[in-house]
């Protein structure tokens, strides 16, 4: 095995931390998908039209994919430049602290349109932290595991992706069926402070996770690259081109078609 990958034993905590990491960040993005088709429309346009106010309120939901690529390339850069672990935490700090925050914005009826826009704030920063995890954490699994099967080892992290769909939902439907008629006014509010204990564990567990062997190395080296982003498009941009295009055709028939939620009879939420 090379110097710098670890062995096997050494795997399961990189991987158990990189998998949580992403399940709790796909957790508060699924979730906010969720609220934005179910609960929304009514706290935050309650004053539109039923159907303009459901659009303004997936519109919302849209923004976090927008940034996405966004996130990617900025926190990209800084874990090229300071480290992947480093990185990670702030995305995890970033997602969490959105998410809760949501949780306790005011609705329409104390922000007015103040509300909306706030709304708007943080899902841009959910889609931001998401964008810098996914990439961050395969990276996290890549770089401990030996270059012979480093395409297995960052396959597990995409795990967390479905793993966060199903916990969000699931979450949804047990805290809808505990408060009943109470979910629109304040009972959709406590997933998101669920997230608060998600982020917690996921830090904790984070944070005992060493540097990736393998930037420890370009560190001891000084051998960081100024300008990351340049520096990939100059060296790989065909492959960069490719990956995206693979990507936008696997993330089609997720992106449109019916979520999760549509399955577990949530839509008949009121």
Not at 33 to 49: C, H, Q, R, S, Y
Not at 138 to 156: I, N, T
């Amino acid at each position: 095995m090379a110097a710098n990958s670890a062995s096997r034993s050494q795997m399961g905590p990189v991987i158990f931390s990189s998998t949580i990491g992403t399940a709790i960040e796909w957790y508060d993005f699924f979730l906010y998908g969720t609220m934005a088709a179910l609960v929304f429309n009514k706290v935050f346009f309650p004053e539109t039209d039923p159907t303009v106010g459901t659009l303004l309120s997936l519109f919302t939901f849209l923004v976090g994919f927008l940034a996405r690529p966004f996130g990617g390339a900025f926190f990209g850069h800084l874990g090229d430049r300071i480290g992947r672990k480093s990185t990670l935490i702030a995305t995890l700090l970033l997602m969490g602290i959105s998410t809760l925050l949501i949780g306790f914005l005011p609705g329409y009826s104390t922000l007015g349109l103040f509300a909306a826009l706030i709304l708007v704030l943080l899902r841009l920063c959910q889609g931001l932290g998401v964008g810098g995890e996914w990439g961050g954490s395969v990276l996290l699994a890549m770089e401990y595991g030996h270059k012979g099967r480093r395409g297995f080892w960052s396959s597990w992290p995409q795990i967390g992706a479905p793993l966060g769909l199903v916990l969000s939902t699931l979450t949804v439907n047990i805290v809808q069926a505990a408060t009943g008629s109470n979910f629109v006014s304040w009972g959709w509010r406590i997933p998101f402070f669920i997230s608060a204990l998600l982020i917690v564990i996921g830090l904790y567990i984070r944070l005992n996770i060493l540097e990736t062997p393998l930037f420890a190395q370009v560190k001891e080296q000084k051998r960081e690259a100024k300008a990351p982003i340049i520096e990939a498009f100059r060296h790989s941009t065909p492959e960069i081109l490719l990956s995206a295009g693979a990507r936008f055709v696997e993330n089609a028939p997720s992106t449109f078609s019916p979520p999760l939620w549509w399955y577990t009879g949530l839509t008949n939420c009121s």
